[in-house]
């Protein structure tokens, strides 16, 4: 028998329908052993996930004000659950150790722990799984390092005594035996250190869409979701902006060499994506995906002979780092060199920096351009196949897009372009269009 670890967001557990979903699901294979769950997350738009109630309740706490409402309105969910599944769960015994601890002041992570506890105790019950709690295995130092490989050993050795168990996301332990959380989302980096403890075949990860999109449906009607993608070019795309997983999520697996299957739990039937290690991905299509961001300035430097002046760049960089500027990019010509930078890092600083430019580097001129956009065309299969850039830069042509810079990486995985923002969503349209749906 082979082994799954199948992690749910909250939509999948946010009531007993949806529990009941995500218990089919699970049924539906057998291999599907061990299960990681998050807390309750939205049932409807206007809802509230279980995990922002908790951290209400403790500022309530914090700010010596009433907090009965909260903690009611947090167990009233779970013990409709509950109820409504026909379980005895023990979530009443739950809320009366947890005010038992709040009024011995309980700490923040502990209290945003128990959504995931509690979620995790009503799905063993129901699916007649055990329960294994990630207390104690789950493991932190005492300044709240995540410590990979003791929790490795102390969860693979834990799992093996359960042929099927759940687990609760988000949470661990610190040397004390204090609850510890990770950062938000952080159930999926449960997921993935358990998948690599018990070396699945497969890490499911099961929300409420069907896989990543080629591109952002806000921008593209319809996009097509991507069937397969690398661990590579999933960080590209991340990178620009694509919201994917918890970023230490992909790291447990890629590492094992596990795939990650990212799922639909109110569309089963869907395959959605599958996130496999570089070496194993096939290519289908010439790209993968279409990511960007807006809001970028370029601080472009000219100075006559810059190419024989050593150490020039190293003194723009050392003026960047002074201002604890970050840069994503820097493009650059014979006497030229530009700084693409994201807006955020710039706010009441542009002038101070340019003057230092200026003034350190003796340069000829400093030109500033404003409100630009970076647009990333990711695919393994860009790679040696000759004519991709010039059809790119033919669609953003015909597009009326102007191109104000231009960046492969020597991977050939990504060409990245700069556009102003106006033209943004133009830009990813056209290259949406030209490679996906003229293909
Ligand atoms: N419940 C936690 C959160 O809302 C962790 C998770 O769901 O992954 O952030």
């Keep these: ?43 409807f738009d206007t809802d509230n996930k279980v995990t922002d109630l908790l951290y209400l309740l403790k500022t309530h706490i914090e700010q010596n004000a009433p907090y009965e409402q909260v903690l009611q309105t947090i167990r009233d969910r779970f013990l409709g659950v509950e109820r409504e599944l026909g379980l005895n769960a023990g979530v009443t015994e739950e809320f009366l150790e ?63 005594e359960h042929e099927r168990a759940v687990l609760p996301g988000f949470y661990g332990t610190l040397p004390d035996g204090e609850i510890k959380t990770f950062s938000r989302g952080g159930s999926d980096i449960t997921g993935a250190i358990a998948a690599r403890a018990v ?19 806000r921008i593209v009607e319809n996009p097509k979701s991507i069937g397969i993608i690398s661990y ?136 500033v351009f404003e409100k630009m956009s970076l647009i990333a065309t990711v695919g393994s299969g860009m790679a040696a196949r000759k004519g991709v850039s010039a059809k790119l830069f033919t669609a953003l042509a015909d597009a009326d897009v102007n191109i104000r810079m231009i960046d492969q990486g020597s991977s050939e995985m990504n060409i990245i372009i700069g556009v102003e923002n106006k033209d943004f969503e133009k830009a990813i349209r056209a290259i949406y269009n030209t490679f996906v749906i003229e293909q």
């Design 1 to 43: 028998m082979g082994v799954k670890v199948a992690k749910f967001g909250g939509t999948s557990v946010a009531d007993a329908i949806q529990v009941r979903k995500t218990g089919e699901i699970i049924r539906a294979d057998q291999d599907r052993r061990i299960v990681v769950v998050s807390a309750p997350g939205k049932r």
């Design 98 to 160: 947890i005010e038992a601890r709040l009024s011995r002041g309980a700490s923040a992570d502990y209290i945003a722990s128990r959504g995931e506890h509690i979620s995790a105790k009503i799905m063993a019950a129901y699916l007649g799984y055990d329960f294994v709690d990630a207390a104690g295995l789950v493991q932190f130092s005492a300044k709240g390092k995540f410590l990979t490989e003791e929790t490795n050993a102390a969860l693979s050795a834990a799992l093996t």
């Design 199 to 217: 070396k699945a075949d497969v890490y499911e990860n099961w929300t409420d869409v069907s896989g990543f999109l080629m591109a952002d449906p």
């Design 232 to 367: 590579e070019e999933l960080r590209e795309l991340a990178y620009m902006g694509a919201s994917v997983l918890h970023e230490n999520a992909i790291y447990p697996v890629r590492m094992a060499g596990i795939p990650i299957n990212i799922r639909n739990t109110n569309k089963p039937e869907d395959k959605g994506t599958l996130i496999v290690a570089d070496e194993q991905k096939q290519d289908n299509g010439i790209i993968t995906g279409i990511a960007g961001n807006r809001d970028f300035t370029v601080v472009a430097i000219y100075k006559n002979m810059m190419s024989a002046e050593p150490g020039f760049i190293k003194r723009v960089l050392s003026i960047l780092e002074d201002y604890d500027v970050s840069i994503e990019h820097i493009p650059s010509g014979i006497d030229t060199v530009s700084m693409v930078i994201a807006d955020r890092y710039l706010e009441g600083k542009l002038d101070d920096i340019i003057d230092d430019i200026e003034r350190k580097t003796q340069a000829d001129s400093v030109e």
